[in-house]
């Protein structure tokens, strides 16, 4: 792990926030980097084993997955493992299979019949490049291979066939209609509509926080975590997934590219339901801190060892440059 | 299972087929009836689970499950579950999740991204009732789902997390890049071009063959087959995987609808790779017949249990109306 070189007191100093007191705040923009290549090489050597397939849908599949990511989901997976003593190798497939989850999710959410958003992270979007059949048949392969990756037989070895089975079902779980899919379902249909902050909440819970949920949760249990360890990161995770999407809202409402690298206020020009169009942007600002908060209290009793975690709650709700 | 009355007689004369002399032919028009209803129940029990979620979500997957599919898949796997002496309740789980996965490709598939095409079982496809963009999701969530359904703590204490690991990934390595999808994307880029019957041959077994393989396999596996049973079933799977398409691509060639219940010739109108646009109606007929043959060659072995995948090989090839 990182040296760590404390910005927290920077951090209190400008944003007003109270922090615990035995919190430190490690270089976060470095550990942040540092996991990022290792998830990147763990995809690009999946990807490979897909190399001698079609070659369209191998180049659109790796459109969709380089570069640009942030990684969040998959660095969150490998945070929460690290935290309770998990290896990287037994980490990385499921981590990997998150963020192939999370690829072929916004490549699906981009098309005409979605989102129709031509770029995404600057760069034109993959149905762009691809057509929209190619497009569509990537994402389909991309959800597909997470499961096949999660259920290989090295996997098998390292964490033993119950377990997996265990967090193969909940990330299911998360992806279907009662975590990711239908969220975008009831955000489809919020379009252009009145909608209140449970509405809102509602949407984001299931729509980005699920998966988020389940990105901390399936690395917390493959470190090991104690079932009240694990629900410290639970409630951890369910706040961190909210203020990741509250923020995303106020940047995209301030005209910011928002995290997840969508044209700029493509949400608000589209009358989406977001928490500063509902209860403005003070309050949705407001809304973020205490969210922060909320996270940094449930790590407290991790000490140090939590900072990556502290690093990572910063980092999302105020976008540490 | 049902009373065997024999049709064996009529189709060998009917056709001069050789058929081995140990086998009878069960009648199979009961005999799959009977299975259907059988799955379309389990089918109707598990889709109950999501009926609180998103209601149009919800009703996209039901009017893309329901009415009108044969359940072609899950009776195989079904049907060779039996043939081992498998149980219905631990078969069914798997069984349905691969009519999930065949739902959801084929709702994909139709959509004017791919296929373009406006009906399916002479019905309305699911984006033209739902739209483009909830048909869209109601494929991504009954993809989702049927890896949801297959690794249930209830399938777990009834197979053991060993055996459901390897059928998953098993069934994940079908539907993807060297499978289903796969097949899609080449023949997605065939279209309209000159292509040789190499290429038709791996288009189907890619496209339609892997998940009809698999399909007997899992259930072979879960019923408790020995592998040299195994490979048996293996080999007549995908014999019959081949012989389903060859016939579909026969029906489609005449104007007759296709077991997908595609809207008539509608690949012949598109330039689809087909056997009988390469190889012409004759040959390809020829090419059917020898399927048949191959099928109920690796069946002789097993003697009368396995007059039930008889009947599907003679049904595949002959439609047994």
Partial sequence: MEKHTSIHTAIREKRGLEVPRDATVIDIREYLKERKNLIDHALERYLKECKHQPQTLYRAMQYGLFPGGKRFRPILTVACGELFGGKHKSLLPFACALELIHTYSIIHDDLPAL????LRRGEPATHKVFGEGIALLAGDALLTEAFHLMTGPQVARLLGPALILQLVHEIARAAGIVGMVGGQVVDL??????????TVDYIHV???GALIHTAARVGARIGGALPKELRRISRYAEFLGLAFQVTDDILDAVGLPTT???TEAKDREKGKATYPSVVGLAAAKGRAQELLHHCLKELQVFGKD???LRGIAYYVTQRVQ
Wanted: no cysteine; net charge negative; hydrophobic share 20%.
């Fill in 115 to 118: 989102d129709d958003d031509d």
């Fill in 260 to 262: 997840t690298g969508q």
């Fill in 189 to 198: 249909e919020a379009e252009g509509r009145e909608v209140d902050i449970a």
């Fill in 206 to 208: 299931r729509k980005t």
């Fill in 306 to 308: 939590a900072d990556p």
